[in-house]
């Protein structure tokens, strides 16, 4: 049973840094791709970061490529989003997702409604 509990979220001030966790189990890497989408108030939800199935690939979208980087730690079975220099427009709930074919949907070739895996979601709210 795939499993998928993210967490790191909070209040930071702009111009500061987030690191988002997601400890997946269920599943190894390399049967399921894995990553990052966010949704505002109003929004469609959006990929942000995701890993190809052989995690040697990483799709980063436009709105955080340069100041975001997504890592897993295979031991910790954690998959990590480190988020820099945040903006008062990256305010959002952010998911971690799982699925053979979350790097399209990552990169929006795809409708993340056909995504199988959601974890539950945290909070980041950049604000001064």
């Known amino acids: 049973d795939v499993q998928l509990q993210a967490s790191g979220g909070g209040l930071v001030q702009p111009g500061g840094s987030v690191r988002l966790s997601c400890i997946y189990s269920?599943?190894?890497?390399?049967?399921?791709?894995i990553g990052w989408f966010r949704q505002s108030p109003g929004k469609a939800r959006e990929g942000v970061s995701c890993?190809?199935?052989?995690?040697?690939?990483?799709y980063y979208d436009n709105t955080v490529k340069g100041r975001s980087t997504i890592s897993n730690d295979n031991a910790k079975n954690t998959v990590y989003l480190q988020m820099d220099d945040l903006r008062p427009e990256d305010t959002a709930i952010y998911y971690c997702?799982?699925?053979?074919?979350?790097?399209?949907?990552?990169?929006?070739?795809?409708?993340?409604?056909?995504?199988?895996?959601w974890g539950q979601g945290t909070q980041v709210t950049v604000s001064s």
């Open positions: 997702a799982a699925d053979v074919g979350l790097y399209y949907v990552c990169s929006g070739r795809d409708s993340p409604d056909y995504v199988a895996h």
């Open positions: 890993m190809g199935t052989s995690a040697r690939s990483a």
């Open positions: 269920g599943f190894e890497l390399g049967e399921l791709a």
